[in-house]
């Protein structure tokens, strides 16, 4: 019985730093009810779709393929980025460019984003650098399969 | 008329704990988000109209009204839905013992602001809280799952043994307000002591005051308490509900909040006294006056239990939200050993001080 009466004390204290907790987010949440700047906010929750933090410079986000300076994707169907991909999400079939510098452009380029898993593996393989993850978007979810699969048109886009 | 008038105040009373009841599942979540350094429940909204999320208790009866009211095959229908029904109703009855005023008058009739002024009403709201254990039992029971059982079983348990610290909490305050009747109860507590302080239940009893709130703690079974149902560990009783009748459950547990704040309010904090504030005014120790009409007075004395009232709600969801749960043999141990002989210690003080004055 006396030992029980030892932790009497520590539960004060604790419900004493809950309450202190309450108190001093409730200030804050009352100040920016009436319209008051203050440099502490009540709360630290960032509200996600009206407010978003900004993405590291190095985020990897959807990728998109670039362009030459005459509006034809920069890639050349070597399927470095087909090999190194490891969840195998990246299709591209090849056909001839008539310009004998370039010799391959890829016919179908297919991104399987319900596979893809992110990893920049792709960016980091291409020789071209004609594949890169800087777009920013990572609200990427679908209603159906099918919408996830993205090809050359929407990669290019 | 006499009928008409305790009809009325039926329904002003259940309105007003249904309404306080609803509110505090919002209050919940609002508070321990606030406590958390969170933002709390805030998109429930009506055409767009978000006010703090206020809306969310009205999304929640909405999900829970439409979700399919299943009973499992293997559980016995009639006591399964009965189970829920019946721990609403012992809580639920409870309000109307507690004064919610003084007496007012109108029209030349006077009126008391509580519906049952028993002689017995402590004692009322007693046996109606411990009635609650059926339910527990009998949502256990006819589940016919092992672990809802179980979970049934340390409910009762749990809830008899806080009973008896409980009940014998109250002894003393009953030796100091020589009376059962809580309208009584809280008229005897308008007084002063030594001349400045309020002759509340809190400041003559307060060892009492501690047990009774640590008993009534657990009355709730809420978390520090939530043995019978631990709902992110162990398996409680009401595994096999469902909907609208886990839903019961869930309103009978806000409900027991409401019910221990009002009665620590009329038990320990003067129910609807307000410090120095008499019939005519505010009478202040230092020897001011303020004189007042009848009808703000008794305004007063409402709005002043109210308040107290929500102080405890919000003080029980503190608590809620501070504690770890208890192991099961510190639970026993500190009814049985600590708040069971401590009320036994106040009983025999309270007798022999009251003795000594006499």
């Not at chain 1, 070597?78 to 090999?83: G, I």
């Not at chain 2, 028993?118 to 009998?138: D, E, K, R, T, W």
Request: charged letters at 15%; a positive charge; aromatic letters at 14%.
């Amino acid at each position: 019985m006396i030992r029980s009466l030892g932790y009497f004390w520590e539960l004060i204290k604790g419900s004493l730093i809950t309450a202190r907790h309450f108190v001093v987010n409730m200030w804050f949440h009352t100040l920016k009810l009436f319209g008051i700047k203050t440099k502490r906010r009540g709360a630290v929750t960032i509200q996600y779709p009206e407010q978003k933090k900004a993405l590291a410079s190095r985020h990897r986000s959807l990728q998109r393929l670039l362009k030459r300076q005459d509006l034809k994707p920069r890639c050349v169907s070597c399927m470095l980025c087909v090999t190194v991909c490891p969840s195998e999400c990246i299709y591209v079939e090849a056909a001839e460019d008539p310009d004998p510098d370039i010799q391959k452009y890829p016919s179908t380029f297919i991104i399987d984003l319900s596979r893809c898993c992110f990893c920049g593996f792709c960016v980091e393989a291409c020789p071209e650098d004609a594949i890169r993850m800087d777009t920013g978007k990572i609200d990427l979810a679908q209603s159906t399969r099918q919408d996830l699969i993205y090809d050359l048109d929407k990669l290019l886009k | 008329m006499d009928i008409v008038i305790v009809l009325i105040k039926i329904v002003l009373a259940l309105v007003w704990f249904l309404v306080l009841t609803l509110y505090l599942t919002w209050l919940e979540r609002k508070e321990s988000a606030v406590i958390q350094d969170r933002v709390g429940a805030n998109r429930a909204s009506i055409f767009g109209i978000r006010i703090l999320g206020l809306f969310q208790p009205f999304a929640d009866a909405i999900k829970m009204i439409f979700k399919e009211d299943f009973v499992p095959a293997f559980s016995k229908k009639f006591l399964h839905t009965l189970a829920p029904f019946l721990s609403f109703f012992f809580v639920a009855i409870c309000i109307t013992a507690m004064p919610f005023g003084n007496d007012i008058m109108v029209g030349g009739r006077t009126i008391s602001l509580q519906i049952f002024d028993a002689n017995v009403g402590l004692l009322f709201v007693l046996a109606m809280l411990s009635l609650g254990i059926y339910g527990i039992l009998l949502s256990g029971w006819a589940s016919n799952n092992r672990y809802s059982l179980l979970g049934g079983i340390r409910g009762a348990a749990q809830l008899i043994s806080y009973e008896v610290a409980l009940g014998l909490s109250l002894v003393g305050l009953i030796m100091v307000f020589p009376s059962l009747k809580l309208s009584e109860i809280v008229q005897s507590q308008g007084g002063l002591l030594f001349g400045f302080l309020p002759k509340w239940g809190v400041f003559l009893q307060p060892l009492g005051f501690i047990i009774f709130l640590f008993a009534a703690l657990a009355e709730t079974k809420r978390v520090p308490f939530d043995l019978p149902e631990g709902e992110s560990e162990i398996i409680g009783f009401f595994t096999e509900y469902g909907g609208l009748k886990w839903g019961l459950f869930m309103m009978t547990d806000f409900m027991e909040i409401i019910i221990v704040s009002t009665l620590l309010t009329t038990l320990f904090f003067g129910g609807w006294q307000v410090p120095w504030l008499s019939a005519d005014g505010f009478q202040f120790p230092w020897g001011g006056q303020w004189q007042m009409a009848r009808w703000l007075v008794i305004i007063f004395q409402v709005l002043a239990f109210n308040i107290k009232v929500f102080f405890f709600c919000w003080l029980q969801i503190l608590i809620r939200w501070t504690y770890p749960r208890f192991r099961y043999d510190q639970l026993m141990d500190m009814g049985w050993k600590l708040l069971v002989p401590l009320s036994l210690v106040n009983i025999v003080g309270t007798g022999l001080l009251l003795m000594v004055i006499k």
